[in-house]
């Protein structure tokens, strides 16, 4: 993959919605460059997801590897749904980093990879950029109630399955599961709004 230039324009704001949705349009006809390209406009953000549920750069890098490689295989199941592409692709990266999480609790001692696919190195506007979208979350998360937080963080930042939350707050399954969605609805529409 290439890296982005410094002064490119892209790298200053969050990349262009219809953009992102035809390179994976183009992905999905195995266009190569087009994977090389949305690594560019996405691998920033998609790193700071899998870093921050995996607390390791080394670790986080080699979910990067694996989250392009799902991306490359499974580009001609996204569909335009309005949502933004972005999302599909937080997703990835997320379950991605989440199944190494877990592969980690359950095999303690796991060998270093080869060949990672390491990510660029932020501009100061990346990281600005990145850094006002975190303080934007966390405003958000903090207008949510406490359990409510503390089951979107738990599920979504640390990497615990819902009946893991479920069990901790004494909850059924499924109330875990409507008190996840509506908290996400809840954080979409703040952070939309």
């Given at each position: 993959m290439?890296?982005?230039?410094?002064?490119?324009?892209?790298?200053?704001?969050?990349?262009?919605r219809d953009r992102v949705e035809e390179l994976i349009a183009r992905v999905s006809l195995g266009e190569r460059a087009a994977l090389s390209e949305l690594y560019d406009l996405t691998s920033a953000k998609l790193f700071a997801v899998s870093l921050r549920v995996l607390g390791e750069r080394q670790s986080a890098?080699?979910?990067?590897?694996?989250?392009y490689v799902k991306i490359w295989k499974n580009a001609g199941r996204y569909r335009v749904t309005g949502h933004s592409p972005m999302?599909?692709?937080?997703?990835?990266?997320?379950?991605?980093?989440?199944?190494?999480?877990?592969?980690?609790r359950n095999h303690a001692h796991v060998g270093d990879y080869e060949d990672t696919l390491a990510a660029p190195s932020q501009t100061p506007e990346q990281a600005t950029i990145v850094a006002?979208?975190?303080?934007?979350?966390?405003?958000?998360?903090?207008?949510?109630?406490?359990?409510r937080r503390a089951a979107i963080t738990g599920a979504y930042l640390d990497g615990q399955s819902y009946a893991e939350l479920?069990?901790?707050?004494?909850?059924?399954?499924?109330t875990m599961r409507t008190w996840l969605r509506r908290g996400l609805i809840a954080l979409r529409e703040c952070m939309d709004g």
């Open positions: 290439t890296e982005a230039k410094e002064g490119d324009k892209e790298d200053s704001a969050p990349p262009p890098e080699d979910a990067m590897h694996d989250t999302t599909w692709l937080i997703t990835i990266a997320r379950n991605t980093a989440i199944d190494r999480l877990r592969a980690r006002s979208d975190a303080r934007r979350i966390v405003a958000c998360l903090d207008t949510l109630p406490e359990d479920a069990e901790a707050a004494k909850v059924p399954l499924n």
